[in-house]
């Protein structure tokens, strides 16, 4: 099983990204769908995650209310639009998949990453 995530890049406070992961190796449905960040000097947080269908979804604190996550399984595909952005959302972005959203966990980050840089 592979995981890619890309989309990220420089953005300006207040501003918005969509993030990307692609999915290979598996059936994407077989598992729910997270996102988990790494900013610099800090540890891993998982900041949201989506059930195998899309039906319920799950954000941290510190994302709740600005980020959405989506997932389209006919491409393999999840998403995390990330709208309001400050600061302290710069980090390396991982996607993650578990077989339920109350297993994930930090250490499943996979891949290289995104990286997000929000400037002030």
């Known amino acids: 099983v592979q995981l890619q995530a890309s989309g990220g890049g420089l953005v300006q406070a207040g501003g918005s990204l969509r993030l990307s992961c692609i999915f290979s190796?598996?059936?994407?449905?077989?598992?729910?769908l997270g996102w988990i960040r790494q900013a610099p000097e800090k540890e891993r947080e998982v900041v949201s995650c989506?059930?195998?269908?899309?039906?319920?979804?799950f954000y941290s604190d510190s994302v709740k209310g600005r980020f959405t996550i989506s997932r389209d399984n006919a491409k393999n595909t999840g998403y995390l639009q990330m709208n309001a952005l400050k600061p302290d959302d710069t980090a390396v972005y991982y996607c993650?998949?578990?077989?339920?959203?109350?297993?994930?966990?930090?250490?499943?980050?996979r891949g290289k990453g995104t990286l997000v840089t929000v400037s002030s």
């Open positions: 993650a998949i578990e077989r339920h959203c109350a297993l994930l966990r930090p250490s499943d980050a």
């Open positions: 190796g598996d059936t994407l449905e077989d598992y729910v």
């Open positions: 989506i059930d195998h269908r899309g039906d319920r979804t």
